[in-house]
C-alpha cells in the first residue's frame, strides 16, 4: 500500500480531498459524523492518514461541556488519542517520509513561556491541545506540525499506538513523579484509563499493585484488570482498609490517585504508610476539604503529575515495543466511527475502559 517515495506529495488512491469523515462534537454531549475536505499540510507540517484513535477521559469530560472542561471550542473534531501514517508532507519536514507509521504529542507548547524555558512543557502557560483548542485527530486525515510526531519502534501496532499519549501520562506519573521501587506495595485508586495503565506499568516493574474501584468498576474495568494478573478491590464496607492491613505493615508505600474525584486524595493519605508518597494524577473535578494534617504528622510526601512529556512518550513507546506491557489487552474496539455517542455513553457509565475506533488503513 506505501509506495517509494522521495519525500514528495501522495494522495491514496480512493481518498477523494471531499470524502473525509470526522467526529464532531457540536454542543453539549452532541456528537456527530461529518464529511469534511481533507485539509492538506502547510510548511512544516504533515498529512496523517488515522488508523487507530482513543477514547479518554479528558474527551468524557469535554463530552459532557461542564467544570473545567467549558473552555473547549465547539464546534471541533474530538480526539487527542490516535496513531497513523504519514501520507504526504508540506515543504521543510525532513524527519519524516510517506509511510511512517506516527502517533501525535497532542499537548503544543508555547516554547517561550518561563515553563518552557526550563523544560517543564507539559504546564506551559499558552498551551493548545488538539482536540480541544482545535480539531484532533478523530477523523480520515489530520494535519499535524511534524515537531509535534513520534515515529513508532518497529513492532508497535498502529492500533496500540493509539493509546501511547495516556501511556506516557501513567509512565510520567510512576516512573518520574512517584518514587516507587521493585518490590514496593502500591494502591491505584481509580481503574479508569489513566489508573489501569499506572497499574500495569507498576507491575511490569516489579511492585506489588493493588487497584480499587467502584462498585460499578466491578462489571468490566476491575475483572479486565484481574486478567492481566493485578489485584483489585471494591470500594465500601472497610474493604480497602482490610485489604491495607492484609497486605501492609503500616499502609502503601506510594499511593497513586487517578479517581478524578475530590474525595481521592484524602482516602489516599488514609491509606498510605508514614514516609510514604501520594502521587494525584486525576484531575479532581470539585474543590476539595482536603486536610493535610495526616500527611505533615507522617512527612508524607504529596506531588502530582500532569500530562507527560517528549521522553515520557518516548519511553511508554519504547515499554510497548519491547512487549513489557500489554496496552492491547485494555482496548475496546467494539465501537464504531458511525456511532461515536455510544462509545462517549458506555464509558461514562464504565461499561468499557477505553474505546479505540478504527478509522481503516493498513
Known sequence: MW????GGSYIPLGAARWDVRAIVQTGPEQVEVQERERPEPGDSEVLVEVHSAGLCGSDAHAFRYHGDYEWTTLPRVVGHEYAGRVVELGSGVERFAVGDPVVEEPVH?????????????????NVYVAGMHG???????????????????????????AVAE?????????????????????????????????????DAMGARVLVSGLEQDRQYRLPLLEDQGIDTVTVGDGAL?????????SGFDVVVDATGHHTGPGTALEHVRRGGQVVVVGIPGQPSELSLAPAVRGE???????????ADFERALQLMAAGDVDVGALQDDSFAVEDPEAAFRSFLDSETLKPVFSFGGD
Not at 507548547?109 to 502557560?125: A, D, K, P, S
Not at 501513567?170 to 512517584?178: D, L, M, N, P, T
Not at 489508573?195 to 506499568?201: D, K, M, N, Y
Open 3 to 6: 509506495p517509494n517515495s522521495d
Open 109 to 125: 507548547e508555547c516554547g517561550h513561556c518561563v515553563q518552557c524555558r526550563r523544560g517543564q512543557t507539559n504546564v506551559c502557560q
Open 135 to 161: 480539531d484532533g485527530g478523530w477523523a480520515d486525515y489530520t494535519v499535524v506540525p511534524a515537531e509535534h510526531l513520534h515515529p513508532l519502534p518497529e513492532g508497535v501496532p498502529l492500533r496500540e499506538a
Open 166 to 202: 495516556p501511556a506516557s501520562v501513567a509512565a510520567r506519573a510512576v516512573f518520574e513523579q512517584s518514587r516507587l521501587e521493585p518490590g514496593d506495595s502500591v494502591l491505584v485508586e481509580g481503574p479508569g484509563p489513566i489508573g489501569a495503565l499506572s497499574a500495569v506499568l507498576a
Open 241 to 249: 482498609g482490610a485489604a491495607t492491613e492484609e497486605r501492609t505493615a
Open 300 to 310: 508524607v510526601d504529596v506531588e502530582t503529575s500532569y500530562g507527560s512529556l517528549w
